[in-house]
């Protein structure tokens, strides 16, 4: 599986944006698919994450309830709605491929930059 990210920008705190992670490979909705994020200077964290149903779905405190993860099989794309942005959002945001429910993420995207002003 290959991934490919996008979305990332420049955005005022309070604003919105929305990534996507295009996905190669016909078995793609198989996966446990996850969005990380790394800011300058601090190791990777994990962001949000989802089944390959879209049924089950996991957040990190810190973006529960302004986050929203989803995906669509059909197109291979798994997007990380991104609301009420605010400075600590600032980060590279990369997405994942896992085969074992999230226990480990065999797959990655190479990162779009997320940069929220203040």
């Known amino acids: 599986v290959q991934l490919q990210a996008s979305g990332g920008g420049l955005v005022q705190a309070g604003g919105s944006l929305d990534l996507s992670c295009a996905a190669s490979g016909r078995t793609f909705s198989s996966y446990f698919m996850g969005w990380f994020r790394q800011a300058p200077g601090k190791e990777r964290e994990f962001v949000a994450a989802?089944?390959?149903?879209?049924?089950?779905?996991y957040y990190a405190d810190s973006v529960k309830g302004r986050f929203t993860i989803s995906r669509d099989n059909a197109k291979n794309t798994v997007y990380l709605q991104m609301n009420s942005l605010k400075p600590e959002d600032t980060a590279v945001y990369y997405c994942?491929?896992?085969?074992?429910?999230?226990?480990?993420?065999?797959?990655w995207g190479q990162g779009t930059q997320v940069t929220v002003s203040s």
């Open positions: 994942a491929a896992s085969a074992s429910h999230g226990r480990r993420y065999d797959y």
């Open positions: 989802g089944s390959w149903s879209g049924g089950s779905t």
